[in-house]
């Protein structure tokens, strides 16, 4: 299985601050990596596919990027609604899917 | 608009089974590859198994391999996952969700989700 590893597990950030998550795989996933929001007793909500592309209705805030193995979410300026846990997810290897282990957000 | 509702968990003694539903609406769920995803507070989000939009092929996480079956029945837009040999680490909250698009699994609905506890 690919393992995907998520930096840091937990951060701490005010409102308005630029935050960025990073999500690395144990090898290349070919820019098949995707980003999840949770709040909690909530599903996952897509964010990003394919590395870079916004989900619909997802704010422009919420960018990705990368290659290869190494990847990363980027919130532009954090707002209330944004305090959450983060996940990525490779889609690569097709029939064995496999999440990062979570990254939480919180208040500063 | 797009709707997944699971049903069917709660409480079961190891080594039993249990089926957990997935009712969809919003969407034409015959041409779709669903998928369950569990979580646990311990090991996270993991990938359970897939099942093509047809029916005709169904994919397995080894941990699940041999025990649970995925199933769907298009007619009724619903979703099935059978848990047999059920033991205290499937316990977990269990999501049904659809891929996005039919050229590579992304998630982009998910169901609230349906907890199974596995303890005697």
């Known amino acids: 299985d690919i393992q995907m590893t998520q930096s840091p597990s937990s951060l701490s950030a005010s409102v308005g601050d630029r935050v960025t998550i990073t999500c690395r795989a144990s090898?290349?996933?070919?820019?098949?990596l995707n980003w999840y929001q949770q709040k909690p007793g909530k599903a996952p909500k897509l964010l990003i596919y394919?590395?870079?592309s916004l989900q619909t209705g997802v704010p422009s805030r919420f960018s990705g990027s990368g290659s290869g193995t190494d990847y990363t979410l980027t919130i532009s300026s954090l707002q209330p609604d944004d305090f959450a846990t983060y996940y990525c997810?490779?889609?690569?290897?097709?029939?064995?899917?496999?999440f990062g282990g979570g990254t939480k957000v919180e208040i500063k | 608009q797009v709707q997944l509702v699971e049903s069917g968990g709660g409480v079961v003694q190891p080594g039993r089974s249990l089926r957990l539903s997935c009712a969809a609406s919003?969407?034409?769920?015959?041409?779709?590859?669903i998928h369950w995803v569990r979580q646990t507070p311990g090991r996270g989000l993991e990938w359970v198994a897939v099942?093509?939009?047809?029916?005709?092929?169904?994919f397995y996480a080894d941990s699940v391999k041999g025990r649970f079956t995925i199933s769907r029945d298009n007619s009724k837009n619903t979703l099935y996952l059978q848990m047999n040999s059920l033991r205290a680490e499937d316990t977990a909250v269990y999501y049904c969700?659809?891929?996005?698009?039919?050229?590579?699994?992304?998630?982009?609905?998910w169901g609230q989700g349906t907890l199974v506890t596995v303890s005697s």
């Open positions: 969700a659809k891929d996005r698009d039919m050229l590579t699994p992304v998630f982009d609905y």
């Open positions: 919003g969407f034409t769920f015959s041409s779709y590859d």
């Open positions: 099942i093509s939009n047809d029916g005709g092929s169904k």
């Open positions: 090898q290349s996933v070919n820019n098949h």
């Open positions: 394919a590395s870079s």
């Open positions: 997810q490779q889609s690569y290897s097709t029939l064995s899917l496999t």
